[in-house]
């Protein structure tokens, strides 16, 4: 018989809701319940494409006895890490502060008022390797709450109070300059691998925000090293196995150091993150590399994640059936010497070989190969290569394909806006631009409400429960207003000022600028969750900064540029020490320091080919942060293009930048030229 999880529209909850554990949706009433029967909670955190949470469920969740323990002795709570955030983040805090590290499947105990007092992440059914079983850690719980009642809520208080007490150094307050940008390059350079790429040791993820700071940080100083570190890492992840060689499209990390052996799953945050940064590096380069890989993975994102509202799905499992009825990591994207022979003949087979660097060995388990592109010496034919991919890719396709979580993110898809606008606008490529459109209709249509308030999740077009965190308003925002300049429609910027004004009146701590991750209005947790460091996606305030700091651009409006630069201070003080997970926080530093440029082009329409072309040039303009708007003289969709004439009857551009304005032009190479140096 269904749980209580039956009624939830996450993919995740769903896929619990026929255990035998008796599960609860977070809420008040299953902490009530806990209250009423005086006992603890066990609260397990996850996500629908996360193959350790698959593992957990199997073996203990699905079992009929351990599921009897478990409602006999707690209210157990099941929390979709990617529909609450901010349950996932303020209880992580926990997790690492006490162990040191954390992870997914999340395993935390609570007392009926929340405080965690025991946490873990996986647990096996049976010792393991120095772990207890889970059964042995539900016994200790149980057996501790009976008999230590007292010690457990003393550990839970102190616990809450050292998280209330761990503050963030907010610097002060103060764009980083020139020095802070510089002594974080140094150190990024300290931490690069050159041999392989990227940043650290395995595992290995895509630095995919720090890749854009580098990227800008080339276009403002020069750097030739900053430019080097990012094409190296971007052409290595290319050419690696988390790159799908036949299909597009990024799996989320490399579980060694040389981008070898992926974790399989594909997440969306991951392939807009990093469709944008290759579109950024052609742009930077004229790298063809870049281009593909850019366009690639755009047309993964369109053709394996969009709804069918619209809007993008969350994630496509690591997990998938190998023709045998067992799910195995993996199984959907690997080959064996045999089977290429039996799909593409042996001469092929042969060529596939050496082209993918498939060996008799595997590269992974079993014999089999993650497909990668190794520098070789001598060419391939082109052509005979594209056959070979064709029909590898149509033998894929009859395999049984990874499972998709459907659940449609708002700041996801706003980082996926950004992405597809641009890369569609670079490349002439008007059915990205309209995937674009169409996932950002979705999100007004479905996910803001009529004061503009954002809901974080919807499924099958119906809007989930749970209220925007700041990531939300801020990525959202940030896909408007890349979608605004594309486009020059201006209601995307009139959006991205209504998401905008929410991050300045709920999100904002008034005196000294510090952002929070959830609103001031938002469901009061142990703590209120705050943290301006990257992880596999922006912090929410760093990504805020940014779209605060474009919006300024826009508009000339001196609380959002003020409000940006007060949080910037963070980036201050953390850049120089700590710039692999501040990425996104200097690349916004980056474009406070060059400005940012504001762009006008006017011109009497988009369809006029000098209008059109200026256009273009102020896109691909590398200088960071340059906003652009683009319309007729007399037309009021943008405030940058107030008073502004054509000149001599001429489509034109206004350039300006620190409140000093170029001269009007009609020339292509003088606005390319004062959009670089």
């Known amino acids: 018989m269904p749980n209580r999880l039956a009624h939830e529209t996450s993919p995740y909850l769903l896929q619990h809701a026929d255990n035998p554990v008796d599960w609860w949706p977070w809420s008040a009433e299953a902490f009530e319940e806990a209250r009423k029967r005086n006992v603890p909670v066990l609260l397990s955190i996850g996500y629908s494409s996360c193959h350790w949470c698959h593992v957990m469920a199997h073996e203990s969740f699905e079992d009929q006895q351990t599921a009897e323990y478990l409602n006999a002795h707690f209210v157990s709570v099941k929390v979709d890490r990617e529909e609450r955030p901010d349950v996932d983040a303020v209880y992580m805090e926990a997790v690492q502060a006490a162990t040191g590290q954390g992870g997914w499947?999340?395993?935390?105990?609570?007392?009926?008022?929340?405080?965690?007092?025991?946490?873990?992440t996986y647990f096996p059914p049976a010792p393991r390797q120095g772990m207890p079983s889970f059964r042995q850690v539900l016994q200790g719980v149980h057996q501790a709450w009976e008999e230590r009642r007292d010690e457990v809520t003393e550990v839970a208080g102190k616990i809450v109070r050292d998280l209330a007490g761990r503050e963030i150094s907010?610097?002060?307050?103060?764009?980083?300059?020139?020095?802070?940008?510089?002594?974080?390059?140094?150190?990024?350079?300290?931490?690069?691998?050159?041999?392989?790429?990227?940043?650290?040791?395995?595992?290995?993820?895509?630095?995919?925000?720090?890749?854009?700071?580098?990227?800008?940080?080339?276009?403002?100083?020069?750097?030739?090293?900053?430019?080097?570190?990012?094409?190296?890492?971007?052409?290595?992840?290319?050419?690696?196995?988390?790159?799908?060689?036949?299909?597009?499209?990024?799996?989320?990390?490399?579980?060694?150091?040389?981008?070898?052996?992926p974790h399989f799953e594909k997440m969306l945050y991951d392939n807009a993150l990093l469709c944008r940064v290759y579109a950024h590096l052609w742009r930077a380069t004229g790298s063809e590399l870049a281009r593909r890989v850019a366009l690639e993975t755009a047309d993964f994102m369109v053709r394996e994640l969009r709804t069918?509202?619209?809007?993008?799905?969350?994630?496509?499992?690591?997990?998938?059936?190998?023709?045998?009825?067992?799910?195995?990591?993996?199984?959907y994207y690997v080959w064996t010497p045999g089977q290429l022979r039996e799909v593409l003949g042996e001469q092929d087979a042969e060529l596939a070989v050496q082209y993918f660097g498939?060996?008799?060995?595997?590269?992974?388990?079993?014999?089999?190969?993650?497909?990668?592109?190794?520098?070789?010496?001598?060419?391939?034919?082109?052509?005979?290569?594209?056959?070979?991919?064709?029909?590898?890719?149509?033998?894929?396709?009859?395999?049984?394909?990874?499972?998709?979580?459907d659940k449609v993110v708002a700041a996801w898809n706003g980082l996926?806006?950004?992405?597809?606008?641009?890369?569609?606008?670079?490349?002439?490529?008007?059915?990205?631009?309209?995937?674009?459109?169409?996932?950002?209709?979705?999100?007004?249509?479905?996910?803001?409400?009529?004061?503009?308030?954002?809901?974080?999740?919807s499924k099958d077009g119906h809007a989930g429960a749970n209220a925007g965190v700041l990531e939300d308003y801020a990525d959202v925002a940030e896909g408007f207003l890349a979608l605004a300049s594309v486009t020059g429609e201006g209601v995307w910027l009139e959006f991205a000022g209504f998401l905008l004004d929410h991050v300045l009146a709920r999100f904002t701590d008034e005196e000294s600028g510090a952002l929070f991750d959830t609103a001031a209005d938002a469901e009061r947790l142990i703590r209120r969750p705050q943290d301006p460091t990257d992880n596999a996606a922006p912090s929410g305030w760093t990504a805020a900064a940014g779209a605060l700091l474009s919006y300024a651009a826009h508009t000339g409006s001196e609380p959002h540029r003020t409000?940006?630069?007060?949080?910037?201070?963070?980036?201050k003080a953390l850049g120089p020490r700590v710039p692999r997970f501040i990425g996104w926080g200097l690349a916004a530093a980056e474009a406070a320091l060059d400005g940012p440029r504001e762009v006008a082009v006017v011109g009497p329409s988009l369809d006029h080919e000098g209008t059109r072309t200026l256009h273009r040039t102020a896109l691909l303009g590398t200088a960071p942060g340059a906003v652009v708007a683009v319309g007729a003289p007399e037309s009021d969709e943008f405030p940058l293009l107030a008073d502004r004439p054509l000149v001599r009857g001429e489509p034109a551009a206004y350039v300006c930048r620190n409140f000093t304005c170029d001269a009007p032009t009609t020339e292509v190479e003088r606005l390319r030229a004062a959009l670089i140096d």
């Open 105 to 120: 499947p999340m395993t935390v105990f609570l007392t009926p008022d929340a405080e965690p007092f025991y946490f873990g």
């Open 170 to 261: 907010y610097g002060d307050a103060q764009t980083p300059g020139e020095q802070e940008l510089a002594q974080a390059l140094l150190a990024l350079t300290r931490e690069y691998d050159p041999q392989r790429g990227g940043f650290g040791g395995a595992p290995k993820f895509p630095p995919s925000m720090v890749l854009e700071f580098l990227l800008r940080h080339h276009a403002r100083t020069g750097a030739e090293g900053a430019l080097q570190m990012a094409q190296d890492t971007c052409e290595r992840m290319a050419r690696g196995g988390i790159y799908d060689q036949l299909g597009g499209g990024f799996a989320r990390y490399s579980v060694d150091r040389d981008w070898i052996v």
């Open 308 to 331: 069918a509202e619209g809007g993008f799905a969350s994630a496509l499992d690591a997990d998938s059936d190998d023709g045998t009825g067992r799910h195995v990591e993996g199984a």
């Open 358 to 405: 498939v060996t008799e060995e595997g590269t992974f388990e079993h014999g089999q190969s993650v497909l990668q592109l190794p520098q070789q010496d001598g060419l391939f034919d082109a052509a005979k290569i594209a056959s070979i991919r064709e029909r590898l890719l149509a033998e894929r396709a009859g395999r049984p394909a990874p499972g998709r979580d």
């Open 416 to 457: 996926a806006i950004a992405a597809l606008a641009e890369t569609g606008a670079y490349f002439d490529r008007p059915d990205l631009v309209e995937a674009a459109l169409a996932a950002a209709d979705l999100l007004v249509r479905l996910h803001l409400d009529e004061q503009a308030r954002l809901t974080r999740t």
């Open 563 to 571: 409000a940006a630069e007060k949080a910037l201070g963070v980036v």
